[in-house]
């Protein structure tokens, strides 16, 4: 399968997912307009890589897509393929951190993350405005033909009744898009990591998708009582952090 590079933007990060055979010269030409998109890139940007529709690499297509990550100021990698990690860390400028479990790249770019967010955000006549955040969240969608897909997504804002996330995973935005059908779906299982150690689960139901933003939007209808407590003491660490800046809402709100 020839090389292919699937792109969007999260905040600050510039996410790549990698399809097909990354070898040669042929990998070199796929990543030239991603190499001159970012030459253009005046403010300082992270980049995500994502791996799980790649199919296989060599040095000479590692040393393509180390070319075209110079200029970021972090990398995630997020792939599980041991001889493609060992070729993306041969790096002089030690920016690339490789993570096996993808929550754990998210969060490592969860500042980069962010989005920006309007000023009256947070003086909303409700007791948890919407807040932005930079969430792992997880679920599993069943289409009709009983193929089930496992989407990725960030959450970019969280209240204490439902959250909007985008989609890490293009190609599985791009499935989920072409097949799912809202008014069809049963309530979903979603887990949100708050932290490194905590998690919620939850059951909610997408209530819209929003192709421009690339993301969907989630309203919560079921919580444990634990999962209750620890989304009140996270969204009260956000709120008591409202006069920092996005990246201390984000820290304190993670490790309280």
Request: with cysteine; glycine share 6%; hydrophobic share 40%.
């Amino acid at each position: 399968m020839n090389a292919d590079v699937l792109h969007k933007t999260i905040g600050q990060v510039q996410i790549l997912d990698l399809l097909g055979d990354f070898k040669g010269t042929l990998a070199s030409r796929c990543l030239l307009n991603v190499q001159q998109r970012f030459t253009q890139q005046t403010n300082p940007y992270a980049v995500m890589l994502t791996t799980q529709h790649l199919g296989s690499i060599d040095k000479q297509g590692a040393k393509a897509i180390l070319a075209s990550l110079r200029g970021a100021e972090k990398c995630a990698v997020i792939t599980r393929d041991t001889f493609a990690a060992e070729l993306l860390l041969e790096n002089p400028e030690k920016k690339i951190c490789i993570f096996e479990n993808s929550e754990d790249g998210i969060f490592y770019l969860r500042n980069e993350l962010i989005q920006d967010y309007e000023e009256n955000e947070f003086s909303e006549k409700r007791k948890y405005p919407r807040l932005p955040v930079a969430l792992p969240v997880k679920t599993n969608v069943l289409f009709k033909d009983q193929k089930r897909i496992s989407l990725l997504m960030v959450a970019t804002n969280l209240t204490f009744t439902g959250l909007f996330a985008k989609f890490i995973d293009t190609q599985s935005e791009i499935e989920v898009r072409k097949n799912i059908n809202l008014y069809d779906l049963p309530l979903l299982d979603f887990k949100i990591r708050l932290s490194y150690r905590d998690f919620i689960t939850v059951k909610g139901k997408i209530i819209h998708m929003d192709p421009r933003a690339q993301g969907m939007g989630v309203e919560f209808y079921e919580m444990t009582e634990p999962s209750e407590w620890l989304l009140k003491r996270f969204l009260d660490a956000m709120i008591a952090g409202e006069s920092g800046s996005n990246s201390d809402r984000i820290v304190e709100g993670n490790e309280s």
